[in-house]
């Protein structure tokens, strides 16, 4: 069987000496992973970047073996990056936790548009608050939805709104702009506190029940934010 798509490369793993095995996110097709052959030659190599866009032949028949993929560069995106260590780093973590939280063969055209998204909001001035709330969007595409404007008290202290959640063992303060939509965030504080919110709920209400670990590759990324 065969049938032709495009989508954006999750991830790729040496198969043998001149080929890979790759998981590609496609547009009608969901994740799906195959084998590319002569993946090192020079002109296979430079496009299999993590993150470009490829257009794909798939082929593969009812046997139980792994089919395997023909590709061609739709667009470079990955190595517009490759200047910026934060905004790469970004990329291999998004595109791993993609991988991780997506089903083989499930077709999801919104995750892929999102996909898609989060190349352009890494062109924004506020990429990072645009990111954060990137995620929380795509947790809510494949199921898990943080609604925080349901969960969040507020009180004024020093003249300041502040926003909270608040349990039976802590209160966790919640940067305003997460809440509120028209504010920006005060400083870098704000952002790593967005996203450790963020990864709070990624670890305890989606990996956790799942048994994935917490991917390397997030908290490098964050690290190299601080």
Known sequence: MNWIDQGFLLSKNKY??????????????????????GATSKKNKNYLQI????????????????????????KILSPLFF???????????????VKLLTVEFQENSKVY????????????RMWIKNYIFWELEFFKLIGYDLSLKGLISEE?????????????????????FLID??????SKTDLLGGLKLV??????SILRPNNINYPKSRADFIELLK
């Open 16 to 37: 043998n000496e001149n080929s890979i095995i790759a998981e590609i996110y496609t547009k009608n097709h969901g994740k799906i992973s195959g084998i590319i052959f």
């Open 51 to 74: 993150g470009n866009k490829l257009h794909v032949n798939y082929n593969y028949t009812n046997n139980g073996k792994i089919g395997n993929f023909k590709i061609e560069i739709d």
């Open 83 to 97: 200047d910026n260590k934060k905004k790469l780093a970004c990329i291999i973590s998004t595109l791993n936790i």
């Open 113 to 124: 548009n999102s996909i898609d998204n989060f190349f352009n909001l890494l062109k924004e």
């Open 156 to 176: 004024f202290i020093n003249g300041k709104k502040i926003y909270f959640v608040k349990s039976k063992y802590n209160k966790k303060i919640i940067p305003n």
């Open 181 to 186: 939509d028209n504010i920006n965030p005060e």
């Open 199 to 204: 990864s709070d709920y990624l670890e305890k």
